[in-house]
């Protein structure tokens, strides 16, 4: 064999390895991945600092929290309406949740609302499911509408109202409500 021989042999191998590693990147793809840079989106962080600021350490913020891992309907699928409207919508998340930060018992869930979508429609409290879903669970739910501005006092005071308690009414035959005390319903007169 010449040297030219050699040497088209050394191509022709070269160029078989190549194509064989070629075939065999073609029958199992590298799966390639992104990494977010961000947990949240700008407005989200826009509104964490500025819930940071209102309700200094009274409460631990968590973000992005699933809405089954607070909530979860009784009824089957297919059963509860507002549960299906709310799937309907593709909200699977709370922006925000409020936790005391003693237990970390949750204190209130936070609905971020866009400016576009916020219109009176919106804003009628029997229309969106979410708002229908808390209030079934006994979840407090703080509506926030998307702002480049958030006043601190008035964050506070939004929180405030949102995680008070309200007492527990007993509704009787009448249609009376009463209000209940457990220690002094255990009071023998």
């Not at 009274?58 to 979860?72: C, N, V």
């Not at 237990?103 to 979508?117: G, V």
Request: glycine fraction near 6%.
């Amino acid at each position: 064999m010449t040297d030219l021989s050699w040497l088209f042999l050394a191509i022709a191998l070269v160029l078989a390895l190549g194509l064989f590693r070629l075939l065999r990147a073609r029958k199992s793809p590298r799966a390639s991945y992104t990494r977010q840079d961000f947990l949240l989106s700008a407005e989200e962080r826009h509104l964490y600092k500025a819930l940071r600021q209102a309700i200094g350490e009274d409460y631990a913020i968590f973000g992005r929290i699933r809405i089954e891992d607070i909530i979860l309907p009784r009824s089957a699928p297919g059963v509860d309406a507002a549960w299906d409207a709310l799937e309907g919508l593709g909200e699977t998340h709370f922006p925000f949740v409020l936790c005391k930060l003693g237990d970390l018992s949750i204190a209130c869930a936070i609905q971020l609302i866009q400016p576009r979508a916020y219109s009176r429609k919106a804003n009628d409290p029997g229309e969106h499911p979410l708002k229908t879903i808390c209030a079934a669970a006994g979840l407090p739910l703080l509506k926030l509408e998307a702002s480049p501005f958030y006043d601190r006092q008035d964050l506070r005071q939004a929180v405030s109202a949102a995680t008070r308690r309200e007492p527990l009414f007993i509704t009787e035959a009448d249609g009376r409500k009463e209000p209940t005390i457990a220690e002094l319903e255990k009071l023998e007169l």
